[in-house]
């Protein structure tokens, strides 16, 4: 039997709540990272076609200017939509113990609540930040998200 070559493929798109206000803290060689978790709903007609909701708890990890531009922006009920990669890492508890979770390394984070970049109120413009950036600033205009999204996705978030 040939070889079979199994794709490379790690890729992740989810949209949620952030449950909690995020932690941002600096490594010890003064790298920005962020860690905040989301809750990411789903929707769907029960056996006896009723609606349900199931919610997903999602841990998310964002480096350096990626992590920077949620600094002011994201609290606790911020809306996200996350690109991002599926990596998992293990740690010693207090006790001890080796213990391994699965979380997502974001690339691109959509900010999908209003966000004005003078005093972090609301304003009319939806901003997303990239991790592969080259721009200094922490301002981002993007809209690269809406080619995921179907079109009862898009409606979703827009108001």
Not at 110 to 132: C, H, I, R, T
Not at 133 to 153: R, V
Request: aromatic content about 8%; some cysteine; charged content about 35%.
């Amino acid at each position: 039997m040939a070889d079979l070559k199994m794709p490379e493929i790690n890729s992740v798109i989810v949209a949620g709540n952030l449950t909690k206000d995020p932690i941002f803290r600096k490594t010890s060689n003064n790298t920005p990272v962020v860690n905040f978790h989301l809750a990411a709903n789903r929707r769907y007609k029960d056996s006896s076609n009723q609606w349900q909701e199931d919610v997903c708890y999602v841990g998310i990890v964002a480096w350096n200017k990626l992590a920077d531009s949620c600094k002011d922006r994201l609290k606790k009920g911020s809306a996200v939509l996350i690109d991002g990669e599926l990596q998992s890492r293990t740690f010693k508890t207090d006790d001890g113990r080796n213990r391994t979770i699965v979380e997502i390394k974001a690339k691109r984070i959509q900010f999908l609540n209003k966000f004005n970049k003078n005093n972090g109120d609301s304003s009319d413009d939806d901003e997303s930040a990239d991790s592969n950036s080259d721009d200094d600033s922490a301002d981002y205009e993007d809209n690269a998200f809406d080619k995921f999204l179907t079109d009862e996705e898009s409606d979703l978030i827009k108001d």
